[in-house]
């Protein structure tokens, strides 16, 4: 008896001095990913993973995103640009000092840039540097880059992940040993389990108020699911297993958001198919799709629906999902003018993100229903690169296209989905010379219109960016606007 | 052979509610499988559907009754593949017992045995991409050693015997006195070793299907239905159960047909019995 009321005794005091811990505001944080990053070089190599772990935290650059997609200053406090927009002359913020104790200056600068726009360079995205036809140092902390040519989006590509300024005696070792001027500093890395990053506390800037972070890998929806339920994790944004967020909306501990992304999620459709390359079947298989009902049943209810290849988000947007409303009969009606009265088959060939597998059989029911028999084949994503992508061997496909902006993709002929319009090229190619902000927002909403007007693919919805966090955490990203797990504004509340 | 044994029993009428569900399904079930209604997904068992629905609102019953259908399809046709080369192999090389072409065909099968099956198979469906066919071939290729080994190792056994010398002598050939001889006296071990791999290859085409390389949607796949399940057993556990048992009652029942069968049928039973 004794000694139960010991155990009881000993049991209480570790309950209560666990509550006494809890009470000190937390300042650690466990942060689930889905996709490991191959390194962690954010201007060597093209996985959004890298950006996930450094952009902001460990690496900055000359300007930076905001959580809105607004660029703000950052190592650059900041600059002119000259009447004839061909030299921009940033000033950098005085004794920015790199994580291994040397200065950030001018130089280092020149350097990225330099390197970054090298014939030799192996940056993921030169293009945001083949604008610039010099980069000049004028003292330590001012630096002049001239242009070619005039580029309006100049300081939102010096935003970019790719863009971030590098030392060059730590650069040869950053794929294993990043070394930034950001507010945390890498300290571990576990392959295949975790990175570690601890506070800078040399930084040059806003101290940031977690004392340390980590980035734990977990790929399976179901382990991440588990993890966060049981605390593991604290954080999971980009969390990959919709079905189960209803659960966590209803659990007072967690806070789900549902941000935007750049990820237009679409039936691509093969134009130079027997059957597709017919605009009324491209039409009919518009009006079979119930969009509403792909959301729900795939993505339990998280994602806008879309009637064009265009973020809803943008300024420039317009809705068009009226062009292709769920109408079967209409559908039907088309196929038989078409020439299908009884329909035909064709195949739907699936990767492997949920999106896709569960939209798929969806869309290969309500497809049914109108008589055109979709075989469904589920590919790795190896063949569908290699059969869909590159190969163009398929029919319908359902795929995201995440990058922001990239309605130019429909100007390329030979692109996966092979719609050959020269109207629409021609508009592309006006588009890129035009500078005229309400010309170029015309252009847009034209563009947007040809395409969704041709049925060139089946528009569905925008794939929404769904995170789960503890609701003590505060200060995390809500939307995409680029890769990034930036935790420099992040924060327990109690 | 007046009464079966108990295992004989219970195992059939386990194996045989299933075998029945598949051949209704052809020509009846409560839904139709094709047909999604969102609306009505993550149902509870009721009147109107006995096991509830799935994520898509599916009857999962009526899933259930289809995907036995696909399971004991692609076992019969696997364990068909088995012994349709397999016996001929293991009898050819029964009969040429002691010369280089039966360790030629035994040490072929011995390599095919000794990969992991389940890896191989996955290989097969990688490569030739995810089909229900793919599959049944993938199941059927690793069938064949076994049915090998069992016809030959019976086969050797009979061959030493006295009326397969006077058939000899009598001037049949070998051919002959395997297909007349031989074949029936090891009909039992056949039928005791199909019983068995049929269980496996329920459990393989369960596997192919949970890792997405067998039957593809919308036909119904026990396996695929445990997959497709798994990230939501939290909110509809009903989901996964369902299929989950559906699985063990399937193959449960073949072993326990296995191991009865074997009581009646294997000599070397019936007769320490005795």
Same mark, same amino acid.
Request: no cysteine; proline share 5%; aromatic share 10%.
């Given at each position: 008896?004794?000694?139960?009321?010991?155990?009881?005794?000993?049991?209480?005091?570790?309950?209560?001095?666990?509550?006494?811990?809890?009470?000190?505001?937390?300042? +650690?944080?466990?942060?689930?990913?889905?996709?490991?990053?191959?390194?962690?070089?954010?201007?060597?190599?093209?996985?959004?993973?890298?950006?996930?772990?450094?952009?902001?935290?460990?690496?900055?650059?000359?300007?930076?995103?905001?959580?809105?997609?607004?660029?703000?200053?950052?190592?650059? @406090?900041?600059?002119?640009?000259?009447?004839?927009?061909?030299?921009?002359?940033?000033?950098?913020?005085?004794?920015?000092?790199?994580?291994?104790?040397?200065?950030?200056?001018?130089?280092?600068?020149?350097?990225?840039? +330099?390197?970054?726009?090298?014939?030799?360079?192996?940056?993921?995205?030169?293009?945001?540097?083949?604008?610039?036809?010099?980069?000049?140092?004028?003292?330590?902390?001012?630096?002049?880059?001239?242009?070619?040519?005039?580029?309006?989006?100049?300081?939102?590509?010096?935003?970019?992940?790719?863009?971030?300024?590098?030392?060059?005696?730590?650069?040869?070792?950053?794929?294993?040993?990043?070394?930034?001027?950001?507010?945390?500093?890498?300290?571990?890395?576990?392959?295949?389990?975790?990175?570690?990053?601890?506070?800078? +506390?040399?930084?040059?800037?806003?101290?940031?108020?977690?004392?340390?972070?980590?980035?734990?890998?977990?790929?399976?929806?179901?382990?991440?699911?588990?993890?966060?339920?049981?605390?593991?994790?604290?954080?999971?944004?980009?969390?990959?297993?919709?079905?189960?967020?209803?659960?966590?909306?209803?659990?007072?501990?967690?806070?789900?958001?549902?941000?935007?992304?750049?990820?237009?999620?679409?039936?691509?459709?093969?134009?130079?198919?027997?059957?597709?390359? %017919?605009?009324?079947?491209? %039409?009919?298989?518009?009006?079979?799709?119930?969009?509403?009902?792909?959301?729900?049943?795939?993505?339990?209810?998280?994602? @806008?629906?879309?009637?064009?290849?265009?973020?809803?988000?943008?300024?420039?947007?317009?809705?068009?999902?009226?062009?292709?409303?769920?109408?079967?009969?209409?559908?039907? @009606?088309?196929?038989?003018?078409?020439?299908?009265?009884?329909?035909?088959?064709?195949?739907?060939? &699936?990767?492997?993100?949920?999106?896709?597998?569960?939209?798929?059989?969806?869309?290969?029911?309500?497809?049914?229903?109108?008589?055109?028999?979709?075989?469904?084949?589920?590919?790795?994503?190896?063949?569908?690169?290699?059969?869909?992508?590159?190969?163009?061997?398929?029919?319908?496909?359902?795929?995201?296209?995440?990058?922001?902006? +990239?309605?130019?993709?429909?100007?390329?002929?030979?692109?996966?989905?092979?719609?050959?319009?020269?109207?629409?090229?021609?508009?592309?190619?006006?588009?890129?010379?035009?500078?005229?902000?309400?010309?170029?927002?015309?252009?847009?909403?034209?563009?947007?219109?040809?395409?969704?007007?041709?049925?060139?693919?089946?528009?569905?919805?925008?794939?929404?960016?769904?995170?789960?966090?503890?609701?003590?955490?505060?200060?995390?990203?809500?939307?995409?606007?680029?890769?990034?797990?930036? &935790?420099?504004?992040?924060?327990?509340?109690? | 052979?007046?009464?079966?044994?108990?295992?004989?029993?219970?195992?059939?009428?386990?194996?045989?509610?299933?075998?029945?569900? =598949?051949?209704?399904?052809?020509?009846?079930?409560?839904?139709?499988?094709?047909?999604?209604?969102?609306?009505?997904?993550?149902?509870?068992?009721?009147?109107?559907?006995?096991?509830?629905?799935?994520?898509?609102?599916?009857?999962?019953?009526? *899933?259930? *009754?289809?995907?036995?259908?696909?399971?004991?399809?692609?076992?019969?046709?696997?364990?068909?593949?088995?012994?349709?080369?397999?016996?001929?192999?293991?009898?050819?090389?029964?009969?040429?017992?002691?010369?280089?072409?039966?360790?030629?065909?035994?040490?072929?099968?011995?390599?095919?045995?000794?990969?992991?099956?389940?890896?191989?198979?996955?290989?097969?469906?990688?490569?030739?991409?995810?089909?229900?066919?793919? =599959?049944?071939?993938?199941?059927?290729?690793?069938?064949?050693?076994?049915?090998?080994?069992?016809?030959?190792?019976?086969?050797?056994?009979?061959?030493?015997? /006295?009326?397969?010398?006077?058939?000899?002598?009598?001037?049949?050939?070998?051919?002959?006195?395997?297909?007349?001889?031989?074949?029936?006296?090891? =009909?039992?071990?056949?039928?005791?070793?199909?019983?068995?791999?049929?269980?496996?290859?329920?459990?393989?085409?369960? =596997?192919?299907?949970?890792?997405?390389?067998?039957?593809?949607?919308?036909?119904?796949?026990?396996?695929? *239905?445990?997959?497709?399940?798994?990230? *939501?057993?939290?909110?509809?556990?009903?989901?996964?159960?369902?299929?989950?048992?559906?699985?063990?009652?399937?193959?449960?029942?073949?072993?326990?047909?296995?191991?009865?069968?074997? /009581?009646?049928? /294997?000599?070397?039973?019936?007769?320490?019995?005795?």
């Amino acid at each position: 008896m004794n000694f139960f009321v010991k155990k009881v005794a000993t049991a209480t005091a570790i309950l209560l001095s666990s509550t006494i811990i809890s009470h000190a505001a937390q300042t +650690d944080i466990t942060i689930g990913m889905q996709l490991e990053p191959p390194n962690l070089d954010p201007t060597g190599g093209a996985a959004g993973a890298i950006d996930q772990v450094v952009y902001a935290n460990i690496f900055e650059g000359l300007t930076r995103y905001q959580a809105d997609g607004s660029i703000a200053p950052a190592l650059a @406090k900041s600059w002119n640009i000259s009447d004839d927009g061909l030299s921009y002359t940033f000033h950098l913020h005085e004794g920015v000092k790199f994580h291994d104790g040397s200065s950030m200056d001018a130089e280092d600068v020149k350097f990225s840039l +330099d390197r970054a726009r090298a014939e030799d360079s192996t940056n993921a995205q030169k293009a945001l540097f083949a604008g610039i036809a010099s980069v000049d140092v004028i003292d330590a902390t001012t630096v002049k880059i001239t242009l070619s040519s005039p580029n309006g989006g100049f300081i939102t590509n010096m935003a970019w992940g790719d863009a971030v300024i590098v030392a060059p005696e730590s650069i040869g070792n950053a794929a294993t040993n990043p070394i930034g001027t950001g507010p945390f500093v890498f300290s571990n890395w576990v392959q295949g389990d975790r990175i570690e990053i601890s506070r800078n +506390d040399n930084y040059w800037g806003n101290p940031v108020a977690l004392d340390s972070a980590t980035f734990k890998f977990i790929s399976d929806p179901t382990a991440a699911f588990a993890a966060m339920m049981a605390g593991d994790l604290d954080a999971f944004p980009g969390y990959p297993a919709p079905e189960t967020l209803p659960q966590f909306a209803a659990d007072p501990r967690f806070t789900v958001i549902g941000g935007n992304t750049e990820g237009e999620t679409i039936l691509s459709t093969n134009n130079k198919d027997e059957h597709f390359s %017919k605009l009324k079947v491209r %039409k009919a298989l518009a009006h079979a799709i119930n969009r509403q009902e792909i959301i729900d049943g795939a993505m339990f209810g998280y994602g @806008k629906p879309i009637g064009t290849h265009f973020a809803p988000h943008h300024p420039d947007y317009i809705d068009l999902t009226g062009n292709s409303n769920y109408d079967p009969e209409l559908s039907k @009606k088309l196929l038989s003018e078409a020439g299908y009265p009884n329909g035909f088959e064709t195949t739907l060939k &699936l990767p492997p993100p949920s999106y896709a597998r569960r939209g798929g059989e969806i869309i290969a029911a309500q497809l049914r229903a109108v008589g055109i028999k979709a075989e469904i084949s589920n590919l790795e994503w190896a063949d569908w690169l290699k059969q869909v992508f590159k190969g163009k061997d398929y029919g319908l496909t359902i795929v995201s296209h995440t990058e922001p902006m +990239d309605i130019g993709i429909y100007a390329r002929p030979t692109y996966y989905f092979q719609y050959d319009n020269p109207d629409f090229q021609q508009l592309m190619t006006d588009l890129t010379a035009e500078s005229d902000p309400s010309s170029r927002s015309a252009m847009l909403k034209k563009a947007q219109r040809i395409i969704s007007e041709d049925y060139v693919n089946g528009y569905l919805f925008q794939l929404a960016r769904t995170s789960v966090i503890n609701s003590k955490i505060k200060g995390m990203w809500e939307n995409s606007p680029t890769q990034a797990t930036d &935790l420099t504004g992040v924060s327990w509340t109690d | 052979m007046t009464h079966f044994p108990r295992t004989l029993i219970f195992g059939g009428i386990l194996f045989s509610i299933f075998l029945l569900g =598949a051949l209704i399904s052809f020509v009846w079930t409560p839904a139709d499988v094709e047909i999604l209604q969102i609306t009505a997904r993550f149902k509870l068992p009721s009147t109107a559907h006995w096991f509830g629905t799935d994520h898509f609102g599916r009857d999962i019953f009526s *899933m259930i *009754m289809v995907g036995a259908r696909t399971s004991i399809a692609v076992a019969v046709v696997a364990v068909g593949i088995g012994i349709a080369l397999g016996v001929p192999l293991g009898l050819w090389a029964a009969a040429n017992h002691g010369h280089w072409l039966d360790d030629f065909i035994m040490r072929g099968n011995d390599l095919v045995f000794a990969f992991p099956s389940l890896i191989i198979a996955i290989l097969i469906t990688a490569v030739f991409g995810p089909s229900a066919f793919n =599959a049944i071939i993938a199941i059927g290729i690793f069938n064949i050693p076994v049915f090998a080994r069992i016809s030959r190792g019976g086969a050797l056994s009979i061959w030493t015997l /006295d009326y397969i010398l006077s058939a000899r002598v009598a001037g049949k050939r070998a051919f002959r006195i395997s297909a007349e001889h031989i074949l029936p006296n090891i =009909a039992n071990l056949l039928i005791v070793q199909g019983t068995i791999q049929f269980s496996l290859g329920i459990l393989a085409e369960a =596997a192919l299907s949970y890792v997405g390389l067998g039957v593809q949607p919308p036909t119904p796949s026990w396996g695929r *239905m445990l997959a497709d399940s798994q990230t *939501m057993i939290s909110i509809a556990p009903h989901l996964a159960l369902f299929p989950g048992f559906a699985i063990i009652l399937t193959v449960l029942g073949l072993n326990l047909m296995g191991d009865g069968l074997r /009581d009646i049928l /294997d000599p070397r039973i019936r007769r320490t019995q005795r």
